[in-house]
């Protein structure tokens, strides 16, 4: 069973440009969540989604950040006219279910760079 | 809102030695507790999960411990090893929602 996969692993955007992080989760799990974790600081939550529902996005900036799990495919986030403040690692991590005995298993992460 | 703090931030020891991090919350309001391990410029690899009704979990060399009317748990690390330097993330899932609450982090290393 492979584990939770992120592509790219690195994503270097100039300024004003889309970036576009994807994951998928491991097999069997229908919940994805999304975390950022700039230079010296800890990882902060960012949007909790299910197949085709955002469920939380207390986390996610108002502006130029939107995220999707289609029926199909990876979970997308994606990130319009970025700036160097964006400039950090996304993480992803999946879990199978939710409650209290619910583990969330990471992907590897994308670490994104705007120059 | 939950806040977790990790002390010490960082932590130097030598090879063998038992040691302990903390992580504290404020909210005592938890569905479980997870403790994680970093190394430089990778993802997270999941250690030990408490459920908010336990007391401890063991893994190995590793034995985590909760007490959540506190708002403490500690990482326990026995006989440790220079495989074992990386940096150690506590993070707590509130009975509310759904997201981890990250502290920032204790980075040990372990020198041999």
Not at chain 1, 81 to 97: E, K, L, N
Not at chain 2, 40 to 64: C, H, Y
Not at chain 2, 89 to 102: D, E, H, I, M, S
Request: hydrophobic share 30%; charged share 20%.
């Amino acid at each position: 069973n492979a584990g939770v996969m992120q592509n790219p692993r690195h994503l270097v955007r100039r300024r004003g440009q889309e970036a576009r992080l994807r994951c998928s989760p491991m097999k069997g799990h229908s919940h994805v969540y999304w975390y950022r974790q700039l230079p010296e600081e800890g990882l902060k939550f960012m949007v909790y989604l299910q197949k085709e529902n955002i469920i939380d996005e207390s986390g996610m900036p108002k502006e130029r950040f939107s995220a999707e799990f289609p029926k199909e495919g990876p979970s997308i986030l994606r990130i319009q006219q970025v700036v160097r403040g964006d400039s950090a690692a996304y993480f992803c991590a999946s879990s199978p279910y939710i409650g209290e005995l619910s583990e969330q298993y990471f992907g590897p992460g994308t670490r994104l760079t705007v120059t | 809102k939950q806040e977790v703090t990790q002390i010490p931030a960082a932590l130097s020891v030598p090879e063998g030695e038992n040691l302990v991090l903390n992580c504290s919350f404020t909210d005592s309001a938890i569905y479980n507790l997870q403790w994680f391990r970093q190394d430089p410029g990778k993802g997270l690899t999941s250690l030990l999960l408490i459920q908010s009704s336990q007391r401890e979990q063991t893994s190995g060399r590793l034995n985590a411990s909760l007490d959540k009317s506190s708002g403490r748990s500690t990482l326990y690390i026995a006989a440790s090893q220079p495989g074992d330097s990386a940096t150690y993330l506590c993070a707590v899932k509130r009975n509310t929602g759904n997201q981890f609450y990250f502290g920032t982090g204790t980075s040990l290393t372990v020198i041999p």
